[in-house]
């Protein structure tokens, strides 16, 4: 296991379980395509390799984006928000971006189109 840097490392503030959500954004629209989670080791990863790498919760390991499915995440930045609490992962995405084969995780409108 490799090492995140030590003076990124300090200031995340971590869930009981040692992950931080990591938003995933579309780079050049704005568009929220996803929410993952992250612990040094798969920040680290993201970092050094260019491609979103996040923690599953449910199967107990990491996993990169697109391995299997060819949907890539190419990281073009990364970001930690003011309160060291959560992950802002900008990346270009090849594909769609959720498992349901939507663009994005996101696309269903809670208020729906008669919202006044």
Not at 7 to 28: C, E, F, M, T, Y
Not at 90 to 99: I, L, R
């Amino acid at each position: 296991m490799t090492s995140l840097d030590p003076a990124i490392s300090a200031r995340l503030k971590r869930n009981d379980q040692g992950l931080v959500p990591a938003v995933v954004q579309q780079h050049d629209t704005g568009e929220v395509l996803m929410l993952g989670w992250m612990d040094d080791e798969a920040l680290h990863r993201t970092l050094t390799t260019g491609r979103g790498t996040f923690w599953s919760r449910s199967r107990n390991e990491y996993w990169v984006k697109g391995e299997t499915s060819g949907h890539r995440q190419h990281v073009v930045e990364v970001r930690l928000d003011c309160d060291g609490d959560t992950l802002l992962v900008k990346v270009d995405q090849e594909g769609p971006a959720c498992h349901t084969g939507a663009r994005t995780c996101f696309d269903e409108d809670l208020l729906g189109p008669d919202r006044g």
